[in-house]
Nanobody
């Protein structure tokens, strides 16, 4: 299926931002979903993941307690609520979908089949 991300922008440090990703096609309700990010000059890295049922979550250490991933299976959307953002959160954020309720591994790009186009988040200090 296709994934379309939205919600990025320019915010000040300490602010909040909510990203969304809408899926079309595929079996969204049984697919693990995740958010990755890629800062300039760096590799794409895992940020947060959520199982198909929504019962299992995983977060990258630096965002624990600040970011929350959630999903609305009826709307076929996955969200990333970003609170208390920091300049180091600046990156292009990508949503990703797996072909199973849990990915083979949360952290590897290879575990995800579907990718959104990316949305830019810039945090100023």
């Amino acid at each position: 299926g296709d994934l379309v991300g939205a919600g990025g922008g320019l915010v000040q440090a300490g602010a909040s931002l909510k990203l969304s990703c809408t899926a079309s096609g595929g079996s969204f309700n049984t697919s693990a979903m995740a958010w990755f990010r890629q800062a300039p000059g760096k590799a794409r890295e895992f940020v947060a993941g959520l199982s198909g049922s929504g019962g299992g979550t995983m977060y990258e250490e630096s965002v624990k307690g600040r970011f929350t991933i959630s999903r609305d299976n009826a709307e076929r959307r996955v969200y990333l609520q970003m609170n208390t953002v920091k300049p180091e959160d600046t990156a292009v954020y990508y949503c990703a979908g797996a072909n199973s309720p849990y990915p083979e591994t949360w952290f590897s790009r290879r575990a995800y089949t579907y990718w959104g186009q990316g949305t830019q988040v810039t945090v100023s200090s």
